[in-house]
């Protein structure tokens, strides 16, 4: 069965460091993956969606990979700061779905 | 301003007492989606829609009705409620392989 997979356990970094989230996949050949930001009791926020052909995407602070290979995404938030405090989803996609299904997350604890 | 709009945010009930719980959004966007949110258990999808008059289940389907009346409603339908469907609930919308939207979600309750 396809499962996506991600650190359970919260990653505790200073302000300032560069925090990285992994997304581990399997039975997936996604052609696209994407990043969503939850802070509590608020829906999902789009971050960034790289295509199985894109090694590396950038946006300002954020920086995802994605390694078909491996089936792993990484996703660097650089300089971080209080206010990227919140739980990170990865949501791998197969070419011809639409549907999202979406890692259980990892929360991020950015502290001053 | 694009959004996608849930009623209601808050609501309590009791087991057996049928509720609908309302999705729009305004981007004229074909995909819709049902999830609901459970600690320890993340994002589960409900049920999907890929356009007007399509649906089609996700994981945890038992216990809901969706319609896709309209391109821009997508209601959730619990016709007889139970303890176990306590949850926060949310809806989302995109276009094929791009970015979702997702409301603000509704807290259920049902006692």
């Known amino acids: 069965s396809q499962k996506i997979e991600q650190n359970s356990e919260a990653l505790n970094i200073q302000e300032g460091k560069t925090a990285t989230l992994t997304c581990n996949y399997t039975?997936?050949?996604?052609?696209?993956l994407q990043w969503y930001r939850q802070d509590p009791g608020r829906g999902p926020v789009f971050l960034l969606l790289i295509r199985e052909n894109e090694k590396e995407k950038r946006k300002e602070r954020l920086k995802v990979t994605f390694d078909t290979t491996l089936k792993q995404s990484l996703f660097h938030i650089t300089a971080s700061q209080p206010a990227d405090s919140a739980t990170y989803l990865c949501a791998p996609m197969n070419s011809g779905y639409s549907t999202l299904t979406f890692g259980k997350g990892t929360m991020l604890l950015v502290s001053p | 301003e694009a959004q996608v709009t849930q009623n209601p945010r808050y609501l309590i009930t009791v087991t057996g007492k049928k509720l609908t719980v309302t999705c729009s959004q305004n981007?004229?966007?074909?995909?819709m989606s049902w999830y609901r949110q459970d600690p320890g258990l993340g994002l589960r999808q409900i049920y999907y829609?890929?356009?007007?008059?399509?649906?089609d289940k996700g994981d945890v389907p038992e216990g809901y009705k969706v319609s896709r009346k309209e391109k821009r409603n997508f209601p959730l339908i619990l016709e007889s409620p139970s303890p176990n469907q306590t949850s926060l609930y949310f809806c989302a919308s995109s276009r094929h392989n791009t970015e979702a939207f997702f409301g603000q979600g509704t807290r259920l309750t049902v006692v």
């Open positions: 981007m004229n966007h074909e995909y």
């Open positions: 829609s890929m356009n007007v008059e399509v649906t």
């Open positions: 039975n997936y050949s996604p052609a696209y």
